[in-house]
């Protein structure tokens, strides 16, 4: 009996155990469902950056109705007014990494080609134009302005049998559709369909005859480009240091407010979006600012007065040509001056600011922070182009970032270069380079300078040596004579006038032709420490 009794009690020790560990887990559980609930809850509500890190790609609605082809639209590649002056020298240019051409082949009058020529796939870029066709400056094959070959020089046949072999579609190039509309030349990728170029990308025609166009190339991609145009409150803080031309003061962390509004207005369609946000510094506490991204290129800002105008082209995987449009002032007195001594001063303006060590910094300072970005984000992605990196947007200023990114992964795959056309020349280091490539060789005023530069450069050269030999000869005559010889020194002044000239114009080609190396910047030379 007793022995029962010890059994029975050992029982039901062990049912109270057994039910006081099943209350303790079931508490717990309803605990940690609860808190999970009340963490789901407050993310459903408050506009946090952990409720962003849980939206993945999966979590938002991919457009499978009306997708948004990147090889299908109008692409800005240069402006008008930086073609009236090609001559028979053919321009070489990228659009979804592919290398394209364009001549002109009559008076106001451009063709774009595919920048390989079908013989022996030189670039055509490095021909020249004669008559109305491009020649291909490797074997001399002549391709007229809708890409057909219409001279083979070594062919030894009849002209009968040159032209029936000219005929064949092997032995044509490429040629792409073009537009002139809103001060810019447009080219599509779509050779058997283009669509019509919508009027919302120009810029209207009175804007652009009075403003001027600034085209640059950054080592960047498409994607970092766009949204740092989204993003405003960056300024104050990478670009410490250098002057807010708008506001006239300096770029400062403590010059910065948080923005309190950054709503999207209307909804974000394969077409676009518009934002509206308020003031980001304390300068400007008045100001309601607009931006609109129209794809494929455009980010319009609207400002109280004026609008200013980008056009983001991808060129390259790492690689993004930015044609801007600001206003100009009007300055009356500077109508009275001459022609080409105005525009001998703008250029030497123009040349001086490009060059200056401020302007060096600013886009510097931009392009050292989102050259680390690409590389990482394309790190994180294994290099795939189609694959769309949200960012954490705990606050109202990543409203512009966050609508961007929804945009590219539910109307955009991704970016242009998931298109299965574009060509991807390499996912792991940029291209550097230097600043007559990032905006010389597109600038009609420091092409100008430099032209000026090296004619300077020719005639100082040789003055100096003239010069030089004269004050000798006549320091020897003098010499002879035993009289004095100001004459003499006076040559030698004159020679090492022309020294100065020629250093001069060196330095003006060496200023254009400046690297931008980003691995060998130290950053305390772009970034205020």
């Known amino acids: 009996d007793h022995s029962k009794r010890r059994v029975l009690k050992l029982q039901c020790d062990m049912k109270k155990t057994s039910s006081l560990f099943y209350l303790v887990l079931t508490a717990h559980s309803a605990v940690a469902f609860g808190f999970t609930c009340l963490l789901q809850n407050r993310q459903r509500h408050l506009p946090l950056a952990s409720s962003i890190t849980q939206e ?295 040349y001086l600011y490009y060059t200056s060590d401020v302007a060096h910094r600013f886009f510097l300072q931009d392009s050292l922070t989102m050259v680390g970005q690409d590389s990482r984000k394309l790190h994180s992605t294994n290099g795939d182009a189609s694959k769309v990196v949200l960012d954490l947007a705990p606050s109202p200023a990543d409203v512009g970032i966050r609508t961007f990114q929804r945009w590219l992964r539910k109307f955009g795959h991704g970016g242009p270069f998931s298109d299965p056309t574009a060509v991807i020349d390499s996912i792991t280091e940029p291209r550097f380079i230097t600043l007559w490539e990032n905006h010389g060789k597109n600038c009609p005023r420091c092409q100008r300078m430099l032209a000026r530069a090296k004619l300077i450069e020719k005639l100082s050269h040789r003055l100096k040596g003239l010069t030089l030999f004269c004050s000798v000869i006549t320091g020897f005559i003098q010499s002879f004579r035993g009289s004095k010889s100001f004459l003499a020194w006076a040559g030698l002044l004159v020679s090492l006038m022309f020294l100065c000239l020629e250093r001069m114009a060196v330095q003006i080609y060496e200023k254009l032709h400046r690297r931008t190396d980003i691995p060998e910047i130290d950053v305390s030379d772009v970034y205020a420490y």
């Open 56 to 350: 993945t790609e999966s979590t938002i609605d991919v457009d499978e109705a009306a997708p948004f082809v990147w090889s299908k639209q109008w692409y800005p590649v240069f402006p008008l007014a930086h073609l009236e002056k090609i001559g028979n020298k053919p321009v070489a240019f990228k659009v979804l990494g592919r290398n394209l051409v364009l001549f002109e082949h009559a008076p106001g009058s451009i063709a774009v080609f595919s920048d390989e020529c079908p013989h022996r796939h030189a670039p055509l870029s490095t021909g020249k134009v004669v008559g109305c066709s491009l020649m291909c400056r490797f074997h001399g094959w002549q391709f007229d302005k809708d890409g057909s070959c219409v001279s083979i020089p070594m062919f030894p046949g009849s002209d009968s049998e040159r032209e029936k072999i000219q005929k064949r579609d092997a032995f044509s190039v490429a040629s792409y559709p073009t537009r002139r509309a809103g001060g810019l030349l447009w080219v599509c990728l779509d050779r058997e369909s283009p669509p019509d170029l919508s009027p919302a990308v120009l810029v209207p025609e009175s804007i652009a005859e009075k403003a001027e166009w600034m085209v640059q190339t950054f080592p960047v991609s498409y994607v970092s480009m766009v949204e740092n145009s989204l993003d405003p409150t960056h300024a104050p803080f990478i670009h410490q240091g250098v002057r807010d031309f708008s506001s006239g003061e300096n770029f400062s962390p403590d010059g910065a407010t948080p923005i309190k509004r950054f709503e999207l207005l209307g909804p974000s369609t394969i077409n676009g979006f518009t934002l509206e946000h308020s003031p980001y510094q304390k300068n400007s506490s008045n100001v309601t600012v607009q931006r609109q991204f129209l794809p494929p290129c455009l980010q319009k800002t609207s400002l109280p007065g004026y609008d200013i105008y980008l056009y983001f082209l991808p060129t390259g995987l790492r690689e993004t040509k930015v044609m801007s449009l600001f206003p100009l002032p009007s300055i009356k007195f500077m109508e009275r001056f001459p022609s080409r001594m105005l525009r001998a001063v703008l250029d030497a303006t123009h």
